[in-house]
Nanobody, 127 residues
Framework: QLQLVESGGGLVLPGGSLRLSCAAS????????IGWFRQAPGKEREGVSC????????NYADSVRGRFTISRDNAKNTVYLHMNNLRPEDTAVYYC????????????????????WGQGTQVTVSS
């Protein structure tokens, strides 16, 4: 059973940076597409970014494109979300999720496609 644990959240000033990590245990991570999602209070969960199992395909939400970068290190069973130029509207609980890679070179941004979820890490952007 794949298990995911997020870390790296915290309080940061607007314009600051954070790096979130999603560490996996269980099956090899290179069997899975990984997605990052977030949920702010009173809002629905939304897709932030995803990466296919070999790191060749990445997708981003329009709201974070150019500021966030997703990457993975399969040897370390870890996926990262590098977040730069953070804004107050980025405040949310961030979750990573996994789904077995089915179609090469693809990664879905819909949370309904993912089977395994971490517990989340809080990111707060505030002055």
């Amino acid at each position: 059973q794949l298990q995911l644990v997020e870390s790296g959240g915290g309080l940061v000033l607007p314009g600051g940076s954070l790096r979130l990590s999603c560490a996996a245990s269980g099956p090899r991570l290179d069997y899975y597409t990984i997605g990052w999602f977030r949920q702010a209070p009173g809002k629905e969960r939304e897709g932030v970014s995803c990466i296919d199992n070999h790191g060749g395909t990445m997708n981003y939400a329009d709201s974070v494109r150019g500021r966030f970068t997703i990457s993975r290190d399969n040897a370390k069973n870890t996926v990262y979300l590098h977040m730069n130029n953070l804004r107050p509207e980025d405040t949310a609980v961030y979750y990573c999720a996994a789904v077995p890679q089915i179609y090469a070179g693809s990664c879905p941004m819909s949370d309904s496609r993912y089977n395994y979820w971490g517990q989340g890490t809080q990111v707060t952007v505030s002055s």
